[in-house]
């Protein structure tokens, strides 16, 4: 079965503060991607990875970078955290392909104070 | 740009009866996927049921078939029988160029 995981199930941090959020997949997927997901918008999407130090900016990437130095592993940064970055991130990994499903990790619940 | 609308931001179904999603989406590309991911409460997404748009016959995935129809750009999903474990949020999604766009979401309870 194809894992992805996040680092931290629940984060609270301050405004201001540089924040990380890991995800680690374990099927060699070539694709990365880091949604963010909130009531009644659904997901968006924030940068997607479709190789090793690639990213491409998604719907959303003010106030967002991403870091891929390894295959297996997409880091999603927030410079300086502010309170409307409050949100689930979501992240998530799929083979280079169309038709493939994306294969998605538990969420980070990121709250900003 | 592609968007993705769903209409229904809840729906309530009894235990072992039909429930019908609805989503429709907006594209210039001739060529692409749309998913149905579910998202139960407290636990990942998965995929539920995909369907290409060049193939005309409806996807169909045991309780779980969708309604296509490319000239109208819809594409609802149909949970059949359904199950107490289908509660969770329905989430509407297009491919295109390997990035997904997803509708807001349609949360379902199925009451026993």
């Known amino acids: 079965d194809v894992k992805v995981t996040q680092s931290s199930r629940y984060l609270v941090k301050r405004t201001g503060e540089k924040v990380f959020l890991e995800c680690v997949q374990d099927m060699d997927h070539e694709n990365m991607f880091w949604y963010r997901q909130d009531p009644g918008l659904g997901l968006r999407l924030i940068y997607f990875?479709?190789?090793?130090?690639?990213?491409e900016k998604g719907d959303i990437p003010e106030g967002y970078s991403v870091s891929r130095e390894k295959k297996e592993r997409f880091s999603l940064i927030l410079e300086s955290a502010s309170t409307n970055q409050t949100s689930m991130y979501l992240c998530a990994s799929s083979l280079p392909t169309e038709r493939d499903e994306q294969y998605f990790g538990p969420g980070t619940r990121l709250t900003v104070t | 740009a592609q968007t993705v609308t769903q209409s229904q931001p809840e729906m309530s179904v009894q235990e072992a009866e039909t429930v019908t999603l609805s989503c429709t989406y907006d594209?210039?590309?001739?060529?692409?996927?749309l998913f149905w991911y579910k998202q139960p409460p407290s636990r990942q997404m998965i995929l539920v049921i995909r369907q290409e748009a060049y193939k005309q016959q409806n996807a169909t995935e045991n309780r779980f078939s969708v309604n296509f129809q490319k000239a109208a750009k819809s594409f609802s999903l149909k949970i059949s029988d359904s199950q107490l474990g289908d509660t969770a949020m329905y989430f509407c999604a297009f491919s295109v160029d390997y990035k997904l766009s997803f509708g807001a979401g349609t949360t379902v309870t199925v009451r026993a």
């Open positions: 594209t210039s590309e001739s060529n692409y996927y």
């Open positions: 990875s479709y190789d090793v130090k690639m990213k």
